[in-house]
T-cell receptor, first 113, second 112 residues
Framework: DAGVIQSPRHEVTEMGQEVTLRCKPI?????LFWYRQTMMRGLELLIYFNNNVPIDDSGMPEDRFSAKMPNASFSTLKIQPSEPRDSAVYFC???????????FGPGTRLLVL | QQQVKQSPQSLIVQKGGISIINCAYENTAFDYFPWYQQFPGKGPALLIAIRPDVSEKKEGRFTISFNKSAKQFSLHIMDSQPGDSATYFC???????????FGTGTRLQVFP
Protein backbone atom coordinates (compact mmCIF):
# COMPACT_ATOMS: atom_id res chain seq x y z
CA ASP A 1 0.00 0.00 0.00
CA ALA A 2 1.22 3.50 -0.82
CA GLY A 3 0.15 4.91 2.52
CA VAL A 4 -1.61 8.22 2.96
CA ILE A 5 -0.87 10.51 0.03
CA GLN A 6 -0.84 14.28 0.37
CA SER A 7 -0.35 16.99 -2.21
CA PRO A 8 1.26 19.34 -2.67
CA ARG A 9 4.24 18.62 -0.42
CA HIS A 10 5.20 22.27 -0.33
CA GLU A 11 3.13 25.35 -0.98
CA VAL A 12 4.23 28.98 -0.95
CA THR A 13 1.53 31.56 -1.47
CA GLU A 14 0.79 35.17 -0.80
CA MET A 15 -1.58 36.45 1.83
CA GLY A 16 -5.15 36.56 0.58
CA GLN A 17 -4.79 33.69 -1.86
CA GLU A 18 -6.82 30.50 -1.71
CA VAL A 19 -4.95 27.35 -0.73
CA THR A 20 -6.22 23.81 -1.30
CA LEU A 21 -4.54 20.83 0.31
CA ARG A 22 -5.37 17.33 -0.85
CA CYS A 23 -5.35 13.92 0.80
CA LYS A 24 -5.88 10.36 -0.34
CA PRO A 25 -6.37 8.03 2.64
CA ILE A 26 -5.34 4.39 2.79
CA UNK A 27 -7.84 2.24 0.94
CA UNK A 28 -10.38 0.68 3.28
CA UNK A 29 -9.87 3.19 6.06
CA UNK A 30 -13.10 4.85 7.13
CA UNK A 31 -11.75 7.66 9.33
CA LEU A 32 -9.79 10.64 8.06
CA PHE A 33 -8.14 13.35 10.11
CA TRP A 34 -6.64 16.75 9.29
CA TYR A 35 -3.97 18.08 11.67
CA ARG A 36 -1.90 21.23 11.79
CA GLN A 37 1.58 21.30 13.34
CA THR A 38 3.47 24.40 14.45
CA MET A 39 6.28 24.97 16.91
CA MET A 40 4.05 27.14 19.07
CA ARG A 41 0.90 25.03 19.18
CA GLY A 42 2.20 21.52 18.53
CA LEU A 43 -0.04 19.00 16.77
CA GLU A 44 -3.65 20.19 16.57
CA LEU A 45 -6.61 18.22 15.24
CA LEU A 46 -8.58 20.45 12.88
CA ILE A 47 -11.37 18.12 11.76
CA TYR A 48 -12.11 14.46 11.32
CA PHE A 49 -14.46 12.47 9.12
CA ASN A 50 -15.98 9.08 9.57
CA ASN A 51 -17.44 7.38 6.50
CA ASN A 52 -17.04 10.69 4.63
CA VAL A 53 -19.15 12.60 7.18
CA PRO A 54 -17.56 15.38 9.27
CA ILE A 55 -17.81 14.31 12.91
CA ASP A 56 -15.82 16.90 14.83
CA ASP A 57 -14.73 20.23 13.37
CA SER A 58 -14.18 21.98 16.69
CA GLY A 59 -10.51 22.45 15.89
CA MET A 60 -11.09 24.41 12.69
CA PRO A 61 -9.65 27.84 13.51
CA GLU A 62 -12.24 30.01 11.79
CA ASP A 63 -14.51 30.34 8.80
CA ARG A 64 -11.55 30.75 6.49
CA PHE A 65 -10.94 27.02 6.84
CA SER A 66 -13.16 24.42 5.25
CA ALA A 67 -12.80 20.69 4.61
CA LYS A 68 -14.65 18.25 2.41
CA MET A 69 -14.63 14.54 1.80
CA PRO A 70 -16.67 13.90 -1.34
CA ASN A 71 -15.81 10.19 -1.38
CA ALA A 72 -13.89 7.57 0.56
CA SER A 73 -10.66 8.14 -1.33
CA PHE A 74 -10.30 11.91 -1.35
CA SER A 75 -10.43 14.88 1.00
CA THR A 76 -9.53 18.54 0.72
CA LEU A 77 -8.68 21.24 3.23
CA LYS A 78 -9.18 24.74 1.89
CA ILE A 79 -8.01 28.05 3.34
CA GLN A 80 -9.58 31.17 1.85
CA PRO A 81 -8.23 33.78 2.25
CA SER A 82 -4.88 32.61 3.58
CA GLU A 83 -2.95 34.58 6.19
CA PRO A 84 0.71 34.42 7.32
CA ARG A 85 -0.36 32.85 10.63
CA ASP A 86 -1.66 29.86 8.68
CA SER A 87 1.93 28.91 7.88
CA ALA A 88 2.41 25.39 9.26
CA VAL A 89 2.74 21.75 8.30
CA TYR A 90 -0.64 20.20 7.59
CA PHE A 91 -0.98 16.46 8.03
CA CYS A 92 -3.68 14.13 6.88
CA UNK A 93 -4.10 10.78 8.65
CA UNK A 94 -6.43 7.84 8.24
CA UNK A 95 -7.45 4.87 10.33
CA UNK A 96 -9.68 1.82 10.07
CA UNK A 97 -11.73 2.55 13.17
CA UNK A 98 -12.00 3.80 16.72
CA UNK A 99 -8.71 3.46 18.60
CA UNK A 100 -7.03 1.91 15.59
CA UNK A 101 -3.64 3.17 14.44
CA UNK A 102 -3.70 6.51 12.71
CA UNK A 103 -1.43 6.50 9.66
CA PHE A 104 -0.09 9.92 8.84
CA GLY A 105 0.81 11.25 5.43
CA PRO A 106 4.10 13.09 4.76
CA GLY A 107 2.47 16.47 5.30
CA THR A 108 2.14 19.68 3.31
CA ARG A 109 4.46 22.48 4.36
CA LEU A 110 2.56 25.73 3.81
CA LEU A 111 4.18 29.14 3.84
CA VAL A 112 1.97 32.20 3.48
CA LEU A 113 3.92 35.36 2.74
CA GLN B 1 -10.02 17.82 31.20
CA GLN B 2 -9.32 16.82 27.63
CA GLN B 3 -5.65 17.73 27.88
CA VAL B 4 -2.69 15.40 27.99
CA LYS B 5 0.30 17.02 29.66
CA GLN B 6 3.71 15.86 28.46
CA SER B 7 7.18 16.47 29.87
CA PRO B 8 9.96 17.23 29.35
CA GLN B 9 9.78 19.43 26.27
CA SER B 10 13.26 18.33 25.24
CA LEU B 11 15.65 15.63 26.36
CA ILE B 12 19.31 14.99 25.68
CA VAL B 13 20.63 11.52 26.40
CA GLN B 14 23.94 9.84 25.76
CA LYS B 15 24.05 6.71 23.63
CA GLY B 16 23.27 3.67 25.75
CA GLY B 17 21.35 5.66 28.33
CA ILE B 18 17.68 5.49 29.30
CA SER B 19 15.26 8.07 27.93
CA ILE B 20 12.11 8.70 29.97
CA ILE B 21 9.14 10.79 28.82
CA ASN B 22 6.14 11.35 31.04
CA CYS B 23 2.49 12.11 30.37
CA ALA B 24 -0.48 12.85 32.62
CA TYR B 25 -4.20 13.07 31.94
CA GLU B 26 -7.38 14.04 33.77
CA ASN B 27 -10.17 12.36 31.84
CA THR B 28 -10.86 9.00 33.51
CA ALA B 29 -12.77 7.89 30.41
CA PHE B 30 -9.52 7.61 28.47
CA ASP B 31 -8.77 3.95 27.84
CA TYR B 32 -6.23 3.91 25.03
CA PHE B 33 -2.75 5.45 25.27
CA PRO B 34 -0.52 5.37 22.18
CA TRP B 35 2.90 6.87 21.64
CA TYR B 36 3.84 8.31 18.26
CA GLN B 37 7.35 8.93 16.95
CA GLN B 38 8.10 11.66 14.42
CA PHE B 39 11.34 12.10 12.51
CA PRO B 40 12.16 15.49 10.94
CA GLY B 41 10.27 16.04 7.70
CA LYS B 42 7.98 13.03 8.28
CA GLY B 43 4.56 12.44 9.70
CA PRO B 44 4.14 10.87 13.16
CA ALA B 45 4.03 7.07 13.25
CA LEU B 46 2.68 4.76 15.94
CA LEU B 47 5.46 3.41 18.13
CA ILE B 48 3.67 1.50 20.89
CA ALA B 49 0.31 1.65 22.67
CA ILE B 50 -1.20 0.46 25.94
CA ARG B 51 -4.64 -0.03 27.44
CA PRO B 52 -5.30 0.38 31.19
CA ASP B 53 -5.85 -3.31 31.87
CA VAL B 54 -2.06 -3.74 32.08
CA SER B 55 0.55 -1.69 33.92
CA GLU B 56 3.38 -2.22 31.48
CA LYS B 57 3.95 -3.06 27.83
CA LYS B 58 7.31 -3.75 26.28
CA GLU B 59 8.31 -3.90 22.64
CA GLY B 60 12.02 -4.29 22.14
CA ARG B 61 13.81 -1.36 23.75
CA PHE B 62 10.56 0.59 24.19
CA THR B 63 8.40 0.20 27.31
CA ILE B 64 5.21 1.97 28.38
CA SER B 65 4.56 2.13 32.10
CA PHE B 66 1.00 2.95 33.12
CA ASN B 67 -0.25 4.11 36.53
CA LYS B 68 -4.03 4.22 36.47
CA SER B 69 -4.51 5.62 39.98
CA ALA B 70 -2.10 8.48 39.31
CA LYS B 71 -3.44 8.97 35.77
CA GLN B 72 0.07 8.94 34.41
CA PHE B 73 1.93 6.97 31.78
CA SER B 74 5.49 7.09 30.56
CA LEU B 75 7.70 5.91 27.73
CA HIS B 76 11.06 4.38 28.55
CA ILE B 77 13.66 3.89 25.82
CA MET B 78 16.39 1.55 26.99
CA ASP B 79 19.86 1.58 25.45
CA SER B 80 19.02 4.80 23.58
CA GLN B 81 20.58 5.07 20.12
CA PRO B 82 21.28 8.08 17.88
CA GLY B 83 18.64 6.67 15.52
CA ASP B 84 16.05 7.21 18.27
CA SER B 85 16.54 10.98 17.95
CA ALA B 86 13.04 12.20 17.08
CA THR B 87 10.03 13.93 18.57
CA TYR B 88 7.78 11.72 20.68
CA PHE B 89 4.10 12.38 21.28
CA CYS B 90 1.91 10.69 23.85
CA UNK B 91 -1.81 10.57 23.18
CA UNK B 92 -5.04 9.37 24.72
CA UNK B 93 -8.57 8.58 23.67
CA UNK B 94 -11.80 7.05 24.91
CA UNK B 95 -13.86 4.45 23.14
CA UNK B 96 -16.57 6.88 22.09
CA UNK B 97 -14.55 8.73 19.48
CA UNK B 98 -11.88 8.25 16.85
CA UNK B 99 -10.24 11.42 18.16
CA UNK B 100 -6.77 11.27 19.76
CA UNK B 101 -5.73 13.94 22.24
CA PHE B 102 -2.01 14.51 21.72
CA GLY B 103 0.55 15.79 24.20
CA THR B 104 2.79 18.68 23.25
CA GLY B 105 5.71 16.49 22.21
CA THR B 106 9.24 15.79 23.48
CA ARG B 107 12.25 16.33 21.29
CA LEU B 108 14.79 13.61 22.07
CA GLN B 109 18.41 13.91 21.02
CA VAL B 110 20.72 10.95 21.57
CA PHE B 111 24.40 11.75 21.26
CA PRO B 112 27.05 9.12 20.45
Amino acid sequence: DAGVIQSPRHEVTEMGQEVTLRCKPISGHNSLFWYRQTMMRGLELLIYFNNNVPIDDSGMPEDRFSAKMPNASFSTLKIQPSEPRDSAVYFCASSSGTQETQYFGPGTRLLVL
Amino acid sequence: QQQVKQSPQSLIVQKGGISIINCAYENTAFDYFPWYQQFPGKGPALLIAIRPDVSEKKEGRFTISFNKSAKQFSLHIMDSQPGDSATYFCAASDGNTDKLIFGTGTRLQVFP
